[in-house]
């Protein structure tokens, strides 16, 4: 089989008029979110006067392939510019994921030490300390100044974004990849054809390509629907990731599932066609039809309870408020502008969100519904009747750790299903 035009998959900012993966202009509409301003671009409290851009969010699945994506690209400069303002290595439980992940690919993949592995999309270099520790020769490509933080923590990054030059380029000075990895990444990127192109260049013969995303069974399950924003161009299954790899010159090899980020797949490909595929591939794709991810009814059932979360959240901030009680926000992840826009949740019924003092977000206001980000030391201080904790993928942790620093709270839990925790889950 020939391999595809590595660019004809790749995407222009503005609407998006086919499917991402196999081009197929035959779509199932599924959800529409409505306009959203960019999830990780907080603002000042000077850019609150100015006028905000928004770009419209809705969800589609291809009826050929079976990719679920959304159908507007907005320009990448703009979502991961140089403040980006997220950190993966201040919360204590993806930082523990993030170094589990360097143990399971050398174990699994029986990579020798010192071998180079690169990171695209390396953030801070939390993923790539744990490959250190363990002998490896690390790389970062991080495009935001976040790669400064990963340089000063003695993590080598290159600050831009990946594509054939810079594959070439560190290939040239560093010689062939044993492995490159993109965690949470690899659904954002909207030059794919390109990312893997160059991914395929800097990789040995037989080298291996390890992605983690989102996981759609987990979104359908869990009903993630805060989790669709343009950050996230696609939401994978295996069958399109498949073909994805085999129009590439790939082969995935195998696939797993995790917990990281509310339901993850974490995907190992390997470079060349026709190597031999793990029966736990078979086994996913068993469990993904099950889900019903390939029929069209799932997600109008989807839909329909996207609509009922939404309505019954709003319904209880509303009741609250009229009752007299407090009520501010915990965490705030990207995700949470989805639903924070979606829900039409503003200062109106949540008058601050706080989160820890070291959060690069803490002193800016939330995208679209400029909800002010605070340091936790004023929910302590001010002890509110609710929480409602954005952060729900990572509710239990959260919750345990607010309970030792004294917060006295109800928490809301949004998502799957509406809770209110009075102590620990």
Same mark, same amino acid.
């Given at each position: ?5 590595? #660019?004809?998959? &790749? ?10 993966? *196999?081009? /197929? ?10 306009? &959203? ?24 699945? *291809? ?9 507007? *690209? ?8 140089? @403040? ?36 695209? %999309?390396?953030?801070? %270099? ?8 363990? %002998? ?7 495009? =935001? ?6 340089? +000063? ?9 990946? &594509? ?10 560093? %010689? ?6 993109? =965690? ?26 390890? /992605? +983690? ?12 629907? $805060? !989790? ?25 090899? $195998? ?23 793990? +029966? ?16 069209? +009814? ?6 329909? #309870? ?15 408020? @009229? ?22 949740? !503003? =200062? ?36 509110? $009747? ?40």
């Amino acid at each position: 089989m020939k391999t595809a035009p590595f #660019d004809s998959i &790749n995407l222009n900012p503005g609407p998006i008029p086919h499917c991402q993966i *196999c081009k /197929s202009k035959k779509f199932e509409f599924i959800v529409d979110m409505g306009h &959203n301003a960019p999830c990780d671009s907080p603002l000042t409290k000077e850019k609150l006067n100015e006028a905000e851009t928004v770009y419209p969010l809705r969800l589609l699945r *291809c009826s050929d392939c079976g990719l679920v994506q959304i159908d507007y *690209c907005v320009n990448p400069a703009l979502l991961f510019h140089p @403040d980006y303002p997220y950190l993966s290595g201040i919360t204590e439980t993806l930082k523990k994921n993030l170094h589990a992940i360097a143990e399971r690919c050398v174990s699994k993949l029986g990579l020798p030490k010192n071998k180079l592995v690169v990171d695209i %999309g390396s953030n801070d %270099g939390t993923l790539l300390e744990g490959f250190k520790k363990i %002998g490896m020769n690390v790389l970062g490509v991080e495009a =935001t100044n976040i790669a400064r933080v990963a340089n +000063e923590k003695g993590i080598r990054s290159i600050q831009g974004f990946f &594509n054939l030059n810079m594959a070439e380029k560190i290939f040239d000075t560093e %010689g062939p990849a044993c492995l490159v990895t993109a =965690t949470n990444i690899f659904a954002h990127v909207n030059h794919l054809g390109t990312l893997l192109r160059g991914i395929y260049l800097l990789l040995q013969d037989d080298g291996y390509f390890v /992605s +983690e995303s989102h996981y759609l069974v987990d979104i359908l399950e869990t009903l993630q629907y $805060d !989790s669709i924003y343009h950050e996230h161009l696609r939401y994978y299954s295996l069958k399109p990731l498949i073909r994805l790899f085999d129009d590439q010159g790939f082969t995935l090899i $195998d696939a797993e599932r995790i917990p990281n980020y509310g339901g993850s797949i974490r995907v190992y490909a390997q470079k060349g066609r026709g190597h031999p595929v793990s +029966e736990n591939v078979r086994k996913l794709i068993a469990v993904e039809e099950k889900a019903g991810v390939y029929r069209p +009814e799932t997600y109008q059932n989807f839909a329909k #309870d996207v609509r009922a979360n939404r309505r019954a959240l709003r319904s209880l901030l509303v009741k609250l408020m @009229d009752e007299g009680k407090s009520v501010v926000g915990v965490g705030c992840p990207g995700r949470s502008a989805t639903l924070l826009t979606y829900c039409g949740i !503003s =200062t109106d019924l949540l008058p601050y969100i706080a989160e820890q003092a070291n959060c690069l977000k803490v002193g800016l206001f939330t995208p679209g519904t400029h909800i002010p980000i605070l340091d936790e030391a004023k929910m302590l201080k001010e002890q509110p $009747d609710y929480g409602l904790i954005l952060s729900w993928h990572y509710a239990k942790d959260i919750i345990r750790n607010l309970r030792k620093k004294g917060i006295r709270s109800k928490i809301i839990v949004p998502l799957p299903n509406i809770q209110i925790v009075e102590n620990e889950m």
